[in-house]
């Protein structure tokens, strides 16, 4: 998993790198990672949702493991969730916004 080598948290990365940097890098890898997990996971899992909670959960340790970030998966896991909910928000916010600005009729 070539994103997870290049997740910017390593401690000789991260001292490197301006705060904002590192956060806007880190967002960005985690949504690469967890975009990649959810692949996996899902693929083949419909109706098995005690495997996909497993498996889910041991891709996000590995991840904790090799990450430096001194958080559990879980925490991580939990992180890429609500980075993807703003994520969706935003896309839905932007759908809605194109929509009326389409339906709106010249004055």
């Not at 991260?14 to 956060?23: E, G, N, S």
């Not at 996909?52 to 559990?72: G, H, I, P, Q």
Request: proline letters at 3%; a positive charge.
């Amino acid at each position: 998993m070539k994103s997870l080598k290049c997740f910017p948290c390593r401690a000789q990365d991260a001292k490197d790198l301006p705060a904002k940097v590192t956060i806007s890098k880190t967002k960005q890898y985690l949504s690469i990672i967890g975009a990649h997990i959810d692949r996996v996971v899902g693929a083949g899992t419909e109706g098995r949702s005690e495997f996909r909670r497993r498996a889910e959960a041991e891709l996000w340790e590995y991840v904790a493991e090799f990450s430096n970030l001194a958080l559990s998966g879980e925490r991580i896991s939990g992180i890429y969730a609500k980075l993807k909910e703003k994520k969706i928000a935003a896309t839905a916010g932007l759908g809605a916004a194109k929509g009326s600005a389409t339906t709106a009729h010249p004055s």
